[in-house]
């Protein structure tokens, strides 16, 4: 069983986009998507087409660069020894301490993105709800390219370029951390604390807090302390990896052992108001319990017996209450209360957006290295995979 917790530092980057910079020791990288510019196999292997029915379909349309192997590029990532690479999975992730310790979190990652252009890892918004339902409700870190809407996601042209259907999910999962990218001028956090009491208005937040990087116009580290010891930790409880007594995950989601690398010194986070010309979120409009049918509601239950609990689902989908309460969303509360609150992180690296040219060249930010507390397990609790 867990019989303390300890401080884990992520270092979060995505939209490298080929640029070689500079990483702070942490325990854990995450990248979030944007390795490289056109996803060539020399690209990748400098840097480290992996989609590849998408480039399958589309290599005639590419001819900045000589044919390549999408799987050659995917076995670059597979087979890697110190690389866990998802793709729209999710994997148990160990870190082993000197002591025989070990800290353990689930972590769900994604390439996808919203249809723009003629570009691999895409979908359109009629099938987001059927893509992050594939999250696990017991993720305790999630690694999206895209960023949900509302947070983290404003564009150069100042509108919200995240997925609804993102930030609806991350209302039922309530990871942790929420890391992700893409919107390249949206870089920063956000910490989002939830409704969870609200039985009327679906997929409802309480409050979004704004990140203010102490590290701005200065070489230091862009450092978010979301642990006990910076003074402000994040409201969460109730990961994957905290009952009393240890669950065997399943060996297909058994990850790979990662080493403890030496954690320096940290400073406290800050949070505040939004930068001027920053927006807070809109305020959300709650979900419809259905529509309309041309057929009565007993011609429907006779073709299909299951339709009305179907729309009871749908309906109940996203409220707050009583997790024992027919009117809320009893799966995605029930034991799970305690996550209040999730840190969503857009850590872009690549500042400006294509083409560069026309928003002043290439610019760069920080890597954001991100702490927490998260539980530690005895020897004698040791999990199988």
């Not at 979301?226 to 990896?241: K, N, T, V, Y």
């Not at 809109?282 to 429907?300: C, F, N, R, Y």
């Amino acid at each position: 069983m867990p019989i303390e917790t300890r401080k884990i530092r992520f270092v979060c980057i995505s939209d490298t986009h080929n640029a070689t910079i500079k990483l702070p020791v942490g325990d854990v990288l995450v990248h979030a998507g944007d390795l490289t510019k056109q996803g060539s196999l020399a690209e990748l292997k400098k840097t480290i087409d992996l989609d590849e029915a998408f480039y399958a379909e589309n290599e005639a349309n590419f001819d900045s660069h000589q044919p390549q192997s999408p799987r050659e590029s995917v076995d670059l990532l597979e087979k890697s020894t110190s690389i866990t690479y998802l793709n729209h999975g999710s994997r148990t992730i160990r870190l082993k301490n000197p002591d025989g310790s070990d800290t353990r979190f689930s972590v769900f990652g994604s390439p996808y993105s919203l249809a723009q252009g003629n570009w691999a890892f895409q979908y359109t918004p009629e099938r987001a709800q059927d893509l992050w339902d594939k999250i696990p409700l017991a993720t305790d870190i999630l690694i999206t390219h895209t960023p949900p809407k509302f947070h983290c996601d404003e564009s150069k042209h100042m509108e919200p370029a995240g997925c609804e259907g993102l930030r609806r999910a991350l209302w039922r999962v309530r990871p942790l951390l929420s890391i992700c990218g893409h919107v390249h001028e949206a870089r920063g956090a956000e910490l989002v604390t939830w409704d969870l009491d609200c039985p009327n208005i679906s997929f409802k937040e309480m409050s979004t807090t704004y990140w203010v990087d102490p590290s701005e116009g200065s070489k230091k580290q862009a450092l978010l302390d979301l642990s006990a010891r910076g003074g402000e930790p994040i409201d969460w409880s109730g990961g994957q990896f905290e009952c009393s007594e240890p669950t065997k995950p399943s060996t297909s989601a058994a990850g790979p052992r990662l080493s403890k690398l030496k954690i320096k010194a940290m400073t406290s986070s800050r949070f505040g108001s939004p930068k001027s010309g920053q927006t807070a979120p809109v305020s959300l409009t709650p979900s419809t319990a259905g529509s309309k049918e041309s057929v009565s509601s007993q011609d429907v239950t006779k073709a299909n017996p299951e339709s009305k609990a179907q729309k009871a689902g749908s309906a109940i989908r996203g409220r707050g209450g009583s997790p024992t309460s027919g009117r809320s969303d009893g799966e995605a509360l029930a034991g799970r209360v305690g996550r209040k609150q999730t840190c969503v992180i857009n850590a872009a690296i690549m500042a400006t957006s294509w083409p560069y040219k026309g928003s002043g060249g290439e610019r760069y930010n920080k890597p954001i290295v991100v702490d927490v507390d998260l539980p530690v397990w005895s020897g004698s609790a040791d999990l199988e995979g």
